[in-house]
T-cell receptor, first 114, second 114 residues
């Protein structure tokens, strides 16, 4: 079975640019999560979808971060406009409904904003 | 806030059995004990979880103290691929609990010597 896939694996952006990160969850999973991981803050939730419906939208990130789930097998995270403080690893995870704590994570996208 | 305490680092030799301890003295009755691990440039990987009884799967054996205030993740016949940071976290499991943040503390960095 294919795990969670994320593209691109690495992204370099100039301040003010728009970038779009992509995620394909594990087939059959109902829940999808976007996180940002940094050494200082650890894992921060950006968005949480259940069966394509947005359930949780990390308050502090609403401004410039927008996650969408157009179908059950594909999600995007748009950051617009990017700022240097957005440099981090962005992780996507998915799980079965009812087993949301057993999350399967993708490899992440390492974003560097100059 | 981290509700778990783990040693910063441990070392083992290939082929040996390693015991990774975790202390969670203030665990609530409805909290499960989850273990995830993470290697550089990869997302966290689910290892195992349990509530009260010891559990085993292809990756590890989880021993939970009778008072649930501590647990030990036991890895048998460790290989170089088991070298990672292991995180012990508490979460209320179940499909209707809504989203809970992951708090990944420093975890235990396991070094495996060839």
């Amino acid at each position: 079975d294919a795990g969670v896939t994320q593209t691109p694996r690495h992204e370099v952006a100039e301040k003010g640019q728009t970038i779009i990160l992509k995620c394909e969850p594990v087939s059959g999973h109902n829940d999808l999560f976007w996180y940002r991981q940094t050494k200082i803050q650890g894992l921060e939730l950006l968005s949480y979808f259940r069966s394509k419906s947005l359930m949780e939208d990390g308050g502090a990130f609403k401004d410039r971060f927008k996650a969408e789930m157009l179908n059950s097998s594909f999600s995007t995270l748009k950051i617009q406009p990017t700022e240097p403080k957005d440099s981090a690893v962005y992780l996507c995870a998915s799980s079965h409904w009812g087993l949301q704590d057993t999350q399967y994570f993708g490899p992440g996208t390492r974003l560097l904003v100059l | 806030d981290a509700k778990t305490t783990q040693p910063d680092s441990m070392e083992s030799t290939e082929g040996e059995t390693v015991h990774l301890p975790c202390s969670h003295a203030t665990i609530s009755g409805n909290e499960y004990i989850y273990w995830y691990r993470q290697v550089p440039l990869q997302g966290p990987e689910y290892v195992t979880h349990g509530l009260q009884q010891n559990t085993t799967n292809s990756m590890a054996f989880l021993a939970i103290a009778s008072d649930r205030k501590s647990s030990t993740l036991i890895l048998t016949h460790v290989s170089l691929r088991d070298a990672a940071v292991y995180h012990c976290i508490l979460r209320v499991a179940g499909g209707n609990t809504g989203y809970q943040n992951f708090y990944f503390g420093k975890g235990t960095s396991l070094t495996v010597i060839p």
